[in-house]
């Protein structure tokens, strides 16, 4: 009896520990730059996000939240973490420890997702929204490079999982010209777009509709 009491205790705390169970990220990247490929200031926004549906990350949405676990354009890519550079102290330089990261606390966010990371040279940590003509650089790669792994979430649990993202041009943590990125990889290339004004065709029709019904009553 006391042996069967030991093993369901046993398996009790098995499946408490797997179902708290969660993943650990060390983040490295070098160089992190502005759309002029200026290295990036220290206090510059950095976002880790994960694709939780369709494995494609899509164009961010003006408006878009900048907290954990919400979308950057209305669908399924999720805010993992948000940092800033401040913690290797070197402009450009990115070296973060993500600490234990539960599945569970993003909706949608499983294992073999595609995972990304997010650079905003103009925004801070403290900026809660994501404006259009906000500049932002975007990075994943499916293999693994740089001695670094593939940008995938990784099984449940993990510690410590490593991803890098090195440019060519890059001197604190890259290998530098031997990196598998080019150094135009780090710059801040993208723009979010405002949200679309309605055409004048469509306000046209709109306008229509309405003195239709204005007629019929």
Do not use: C
């Amino acid at each position: 009896m006391n042996r069967l009491f030991a093993l369901v205790l046993s398996l009790t705390v098995f499946t408490a520990y797997q179902s708290h169970a969660s993943i650990s990220f060390l983040v490295q990247s070098d160089l992190l730059k502005n759309s002029g490929g200026t290295a990036m200031i220290q206090t510059g926004l950095v976002l880790f996000v994960s694709s939780t549906t369709d494995a494609t990350f899509d164009s961010i949405l003006a408006g878009s939240s900048t907290s954990i676990g919400s979308s950057l354009n209305g669908g399924d890519d999720k805010v993992l973490f948000k940092t800033d550079l401040s913690s290797y102290g070197v402009n450009g330089v990115l070296d973060l420890t993500t600490g234990a990261l539960d599945l569970s606390s993003v909706s949608g966010w499983n294992t073999g997702d595609p995972l990304a990371l997010l650079w905003f040279p103009t925004l801070t940590t403290a900026s809660s929204t994501i404006g259009a003509g906000t500049e932002y650089g975007f990075y994943r790669n499916g293999s693994a490079v740089d001695s670094t792994q593939a940008w995938v979430t990784p099984a449940d649990p993990t510690s410590n999982y490593l991803l890098g993202f090195f440019t060519q041009d890059g001197a604190e943590l890259s290998p530098g010209p031997g990196a598998a990125n080019t150094a135009s990889a780090g710059n801040a290339s993208l723009t979010v777009a405002g949200v679309p004004e309605p055409s004048r065709s469509l306000l046209g029709l709109i306008g229509f509709g309405v003195l239709v019904l204005r007629r019929r009553r």
